[in-house]
């Protein structure tokens, strides 16, 4: 698990400077604030839509559509042999979930230090 933390953490910390250095020509704090709440968010974002995901919330709406729009023409029992969402979804949210409220709580941090 700190494997897979520290693989995720020390990219993101690297694409927060790198896109610093592009857009503002600078490496600042006001910079990293900005860049780290836009990449932590977007990480804290998209775990949670891997959690709802993987515990089977969008099963029932995902059966419907596949009903209604088959275009394949599946008889019913193709359709109901078809593996759920929930099933077919196995990345593991977790690290990029705790990487995301990582940098969001750097972020915080550093807006602290920017206003004191």
């Known amino acids: 698990m700190i494997k897979k933390l520290i693989w995720w953490f020390f990219p ?37 839509a891997i959690f709802l995901l993987n ?11 596949r009903r209604v729009f088959n275009k394949n023409k599946l008889t019913k029992e193709e359709l109901d042999d078809l593996r759920p969402v929930s099933e077919v979804i196995t990345f593991n949210y977790l690290p990029m979930l705790i990487n995301g409220l990582i940098m969001l709580f750097l972020m915080a941090f550093a807006l602290i230090l920017y206003y004191y």
Do not use: A, H
């Not at 250095?21 to 836009?38: D, E, T």
């Not at 515990?55 to 559509?65: A, N, S």
């Open 12 to 48: 993101s910390q690297i694409l927060v400077f790198l896109i610093s250095f592009i857009k503002y020509r600078s490496i600042g704090l006001v910079q990293y604030i900005n860049i780290s709440f836009i990449i932590g968010g977007i990480l804290l974002f998209i775990s949670i």
């Open 55 to 65: 515990t089977g919330f969008f099963d029932v709406t995902v059966e419907g559509f």
